[in-house]
């Protein structure tokens, strides 16, 4: 995949993000930046000022434009994507803004009684998220999450099922080992022999894995223990075709996280304040990001894989190389997997593997 420049500011926010939210190597953790940067870039539209700038500085100027050739309309792949709006009916709304949400795929505004019913709100929300991940995510906001005072929410919701190119023969996965920071335990392991996009850099293993529709599937597996990710965008860009056997662990991960610590961590800080403006929005001034509420399932088996994850942003008023031989590639210790679309690099998920 070519390394273009806003490929690249969407990886590093990726990479920039999950340091922030899962900095303890040892323990599994799994979530979407396409979702996350879907909502956080309808939020930047409704900023203004340093409270959009901080936003911007994060995700890249050209957040919208990646995210939006990432959708996939192909046959061979079954993908949905929601981008709502939901609003309090009392609530002015900029004309403009609604206009420029209108190009986001699955663009829709909703009314919510945030104000007179908030257990409601929170259960429409809830309803219209696990429609969208086929019910892989069926409570996005917990109870109590939704407050009288709650004006608005920024939703992303997104569900990926994809085949891979060519399957992994279920007669070949078998219980191998898997060197985990508790102790080395029998996982059961997936493998294939096959032409693939195989890179060794800057301390990193790469294996991608095509699947249908444009996607593909990339296991980067540190040389020692899962550490820091500065190597990453150097081996992605080195990924070439070659002849590789792949061990690779099956995968079923779920992760939740609240978001707005980290990002605050990562410089985005006025929009949870009293100084947030989100006059592009609305031009009521006291309006300000309450909390950043993050979910994501993501399952990988020999058939290929399934993904879901939703975000919501909740808003309050205050060429080909043959080798004889393959190159082996045990995937046995913690490692990073990226599911992302390959023509865009938009990153679908990102799941840290400390135990299968």
């Given at each position: 995949?070519?390394?273009?420049?806003?490929?690249r500011?969407?990886?590093?926010?990726?990479?920039?993000?999950?340091?922030?939210?899962?900095?303890?190597?040892?323990?599994?953790?799994c979530?979407?930046?396409?979702?996350?940067?879907?909502a956080?870039?309808?939020?930047?539209?409704?900023?203004?000022?340093?409270?959009?700038?901080?936003?911007?500085?994060?995700?890249?100027?050209?957040?919208?434009?990646?995210?939006?050739?990432?959708?996939i309309?192909?046959?061979?792949?079954?993908?949905?994507v929601?981008?709502?709006?939901?609003?309090?009916?009392?609530?002015?709304?900029?004309?403009?803004?609604?206009?420029?949400?209108?190009?986001?795929?699955?663009?829709?505004?909703?009314?919510?009684?945030?104000?007179?019913?908030?257990?409601a709100a929170?259960?429409?929300?809830?309803?219209?998220v696990?429609?969208?991940?086929?019910?892989?995510?069926?409570?996005?906001?917990?109870?109590?999450?939704?407050?009288?005072?709650?004006?608005?929410?920024?939703?992303?919701?997104?569900?990926?099922?994809v085949a891979?190119?060519?399957?992994?023969?279920?007669?070949?996965?078998?219980p191998?080992?898997?060197?985990?920071p508790?102790?080395?335990?029998?996982?059961?392991t997936?493998?294939?022999?096959?032409?693939?996009r195989?890179?060794?850099?800057?301390?990193?293993?790469?294996?991608a894995?095509?699947?249908?529709?444009?996607?593909?599937?990339?296991?980067?597996?540190?040389?020692?223990?899962?550490?820091?990710t500065?190597?990453?965008?150097?081996?992605?860009?080195?990924?070439?075709?070659?002849?590789?056997?792949?061990h690779?662990?099956?995968?079923?991960?779920?992760?939740?996280?609240?978001?707005?610590?980290?990002?605050?961590?990562?410089?985005?800080?006025?929009?949870?304040?009293?100084e947030?403006?989100?006059?592009?929005?609305?031009?009521?001034?006291?309006?300000?990001?309450?909390?950043?509420?993050h979910?994501?399932?993501l399952?990988?088996?020999?058939?290929?894989?399934?993904?879901?994850?939703?975000?919501?942003?909740?808003?309050?008023?205050?060429?080909?190389?043959?080798?004889?031989?393959?190159?082996?590639?045990?995937?046995?210790?913690?490692?990073?997997?990226?599911i992302?679309?390959a023509?865009?690099?938009?990153?679908?998920?990102?799941a840290?593997?400390?135990?299968?």
């Open positions: 995949m070519p390394d273009r420049a806003p490929d500011a969407h990886l590093t926010f990726a990479l920039t993000l999950h340091d922030a939210l899962a900095p303890d190597r040892g323990v599994n953790a979530w979407s930046p396409y979702s996350v940067a879907s956080l870039g309808m939020t930047a539209q409704a900023a203004r000022g340093a409270t959009g700038e901080e936003i911007v500085a994060l995700l890249g100027e050209d957040n919208a434009e990646v995210l939006r050739s990432a959708a309309a192909d046959e061979e792949a079954e993908f949905a929601a981008n709502t709006l939901w609003v309090w009916d009392e609530l002015p709304l900029d004309p403009d803004f609604t206009a420029e949400l209108a190009r986001w795929p699955g663009a829709k505004v909703r009314s919510a009684p945030f104000a007179t019913d908030p257990e929170r259960k429409a929300i809830n309803a219209d696990a429609e969208t991940t086929r019910e892989l995510i069926p409570e996005l906001l917990k109870s109590g999450s939704v407050h009288e005072d709650t004006v608005a929410g920024l939703v992303n919701a997104l569900y990926l099922k891979w190119t060519e399957e992994f023969p279920e007669g070949d996965t078998e191998r080992p898997f060197h985990a508790g102790g080395t335990v029998e996982v059961p997936m493998r294939k022999e096959a032409t693939l195989y890179a060794a850099r800057a301390g990193w293993q790469a294996v894995v095509p699947a249908r529709g444009g996607v593909e599937a990339v296991v980067l597996l540190p040389d020692g223990e899962l550490g820091d500065a190597g990453v965008p150097e081996v992605l860009a080195a990924l070439d075709f070659e002849r590789v056997e792949l690779w662990p099956k995968l079923s991960l779920t992760s939740s996280a609240l978001l707005a610590d980290p990002l605050r961590r990562l410089g985005v800080r006025t929009v949870f304040t009293a947030a403006d989100l006059t592009g929005l609305s031009p009521d001034p006291r309006l300000t990001v309450d909390e950043v509420v979910e994501s399932v399952r990988v088996d020999e058939q290929g894989f399934e993904g879901a994850a939703a975000t919501a942003v909740m808003i309050r008023a205050v060429s080909l190389i043959m080798h004889p031989d393959p190159r082996v590639v045990r995937v046995d210790r913690p490692h990073l997997v990226l992302r679309h023509g865009s690099g938009a990153i679908f998920f990102l840290q593997v400390a135990q299968p």
